[in-house]
């Protein structure tokens, strides 16, 4: 059974920081790229990152890219979000996803965690 | 950066009803379109994967169509259970969602 399991989050002030981490299980994990998705309270699904299968290939949001850093431990089966100089705006739940897997390409996400809350607050 | 925009934003919906819900990319996704269903308090749900390939376990009443910039996913005979909201995403250079279409039952 595919399994992604969040944690990391919490309550942190304005220009704090967080690592969230991702663990897997039931599946080949260097074959998937992972995403972060996040959501805030009562709002949509927000593209926040994804790590290829290697860890060499990053992406980011606009609204993330210079204050966090994706990246993944092959051997422990976990992906990180290290999250800096964090907002109000950040306050979130925190999803990771494996990403569908198709013909050497990678997609959207597929197989979800239960998520993590990140609350940022003074 | 690729914007999609979904319509409706919401819809009261009665069950039996056929449902579609439009999804629009500001630029050519190819079949590079995925579906997913939300419910309150869940993790969201892959529906369809690559604008119209189906996905082992979800209900054969959802479908998906389109290519290039015009997508819909379609509920034939909503059931009561299918109340949700639902999210269009594309996996490109820069991912990104739709704003969300929020199903509600009459």
């Known amino acids: 059974e595919v399994r992604l399991v969040e944690s990391g989050g919490g309550l942190v002030q304005p220009g704090g920081s967080l690592r969230l981490a991702c663990a897997a299980s039931?599946?080949?994990?260097?074959?998937?790229?992972i995403h972060w998705v996040r959501q805030a309270p009562g709002e949509g699904l927000v593209w926040v990152s994804r790590?290829?299968?290697?860890?060499?290939?990053?992406n980011y949001a606009d609204s993330v890219k210079g204050r966090f850093t994706i990246s993944r431990d092959n051997a422990k089966k976990t992906v990180y979000l290290q999250m800096n100089s964090l907002r109000v705006e950040d306050t979130a739940v925190y999803y990771c996803?494996?990403?569908?897997?198709?013909?050497?390409?990678?997609?959207?996400?597929?197989?979800w965690g239960q998520g993590t809350l990140v609350t940022v607050s003074a | 950066e690729i914007v999609l925009t979904q319509s409706p934003d919401f819809q009261s919906v009665t069950p039996k009803e056929k449902v579609i819900i439009t999804c629009r990319a500001s630029q050519n996704l190819g079949n590079g379109l995925f579906w997913y269903q939300q419910k309150p308090d869940q993790s969201p749900r892959l529906l369809v994967k690559?604008?119209?390939q189906s996905i082992s376990g979800v209900p054969s009443r959802f479908s998906g169509s389109g290519s290039g910039t015009d997508f819909t996913l379609t509920i034939d005979s909503l059931e009561v259970e299918d109340a949700a909201a639902y999210y269009c995403h594309q996996s490109g250079d820069l991912p990104s969602f739709g704003q969300g279409t929020k199903l509600e039952l009459k």
């Open positions: 996803a494996r990403a569908v897997h198709y013909g050497g390409n990678s997609g959207g996400p597929e197989s």
């Open positions: 790590v290829n299968n290697v860890g060499g290939g990053t």
């Open positions: 039931g599946f080949t994990f260097t074959d998937y790229w």
């Open positions: 690559l604008a119209s």
